[in-house]
């Protein structure tokens, strides 16, 4: 659930993005359609977040939605596609903003630092031999990145 900076709700489920408006009532919902690269590229929703434009992030099993509030169309990134190069899974658990503007994405197999200066991609991978790996991350205080794994807090 994420309160966007325009004051409506914004509700990931297993079906699909709920848009609630406080003001209104009225309540939105965004759902996939595979005939339409327009809409969200699944409807399980992991995560919200909205970046420092305002976009509404949602990510998904099958990669990260930019969503355009006003007209409900959405931007795609998976893998395989610009921006997103390298990230080990579609499946994103995580998205957040470093204090320098950067991009941490979080998926079931690492992490990947996007930099939006150079639009190039870092990969931190879980090692499958490490007992302790990376599974989810934190962006705190807009300084700091603590990755949380199964066992252990580690600070980037």
């Known amino acids: 659930m994420l309160e966007s900076d325009d004051g409506k709700i914004w509700i990931g489920t297993e ?3 709920n848009c609630l408006d406080p003001r209104t009532g009225k309540i939105k ?3 996939h359609n595979p ?3 327009t809409t969200l590229s699944d409807n399980w ?3 919200l977040y909205q970046d420092r434009p305002g976009r509404i992030l949602a990510c998904t099993p099958t990669g990260v939605n930019v969503m355009n509030a006003q007209t409900g169309k959405v931007v795609q990134y998976k893998s395989s596609l610009a921006g997103l190069r390298n990230t080990p899974s579609n499946n994103i658990n995580f998205i957040g903003q470093d204090s320098r503007g950067d991009f941490w994405v979080g998926s079931d197999f ?3 630092r996007y930099d939006t200066t150079t639009r190039e991609n870092v990969r931190y991978l879980n090692r499958p ?3 302790v790996y990376l599974t989810t991350m934190l962006i705190m205080f807009m ?3 603590i990755i949380k794994s199964g066992l252990a807090l580690t600070m980037v």
């Open 15 to 17: 079906n699909g993005l």
């Open 35 to 37: 005939a339409d690269s």
């Open 110 to 112: 690492g992490v990947v």
């Open 45 to 47: 929703i992991n995560y």
């Open 143 to 145: 300084k700091m990145l």
């Open 29 to 31: 919902i965004f759902l």
């Open 129 to 131: 031999d490490d007992p």
